[in-house]
């Protein structure tokens, strides 16, 4: 069973830091992809961030583009999401989400539980 297991979320002032992780468990696949994505309250999913195993690959919305840097520790199949100067419009629950590899796309197919980032002061 996979599963995806995020962390270190919680409050923090503008213009601070924040690391989340997400630990993934269970799966076997040769290749994936591995995304943060974002629900602001009261708004729709937004994507932040993606990390592509092929290539070793790393793509982001022009929105946190050199604020927030997507990485991963294969050794402990553990994604991360360093956030720095963080901004009130960054408050969201974040996900991280595991995309297996078929038929040429990645599916949004695994889903962690969310960790809530709040940006105030």
């Known amino acids: 069973e996979v599963q995806l297991v995020e962390s270190g979320g919680g409050l923090v002032q503008p213009g601070g830091s924040l690391r989340l992780s997400c630990a993934a468990s269970?799966?076997?696949?040769?290749?994936?992809?591995m995304s943060w994505v974002r629900q602001a309250p009261g708004k729709g999913l937004e994507w932040v961030s993606t990390?592509?195993?092929?290539?070793?690959?790393?793509y982001y919305a022009d929105s946190v583009k050199g604020r927030l840097t997507i990485s991963t520790d294969n050794a402990k199949n553990t994604l991360y999401l360093q956030m720095n100067s963080l901004k009130p419009e960054d408050t969201a629950v974040y996900y991280c989400?595991?995309?297996?590899?078929?038929?040429?796309?990645?599916?949004?197919?695994?889903w962690g539980q969310g960790t809530q980032v709040t940006v105030s002061s």
């Open positions: 269970g799966f076997t696949f040769d290749d994936y992809a």
């Open positions: 990390f592509y195993k092929s290539g070793s690959k790393t």
């Open positions: 989400v595991l995309r297996q590899s078929y038929s040429g796309h990645y599916l949004w197919r695994y």
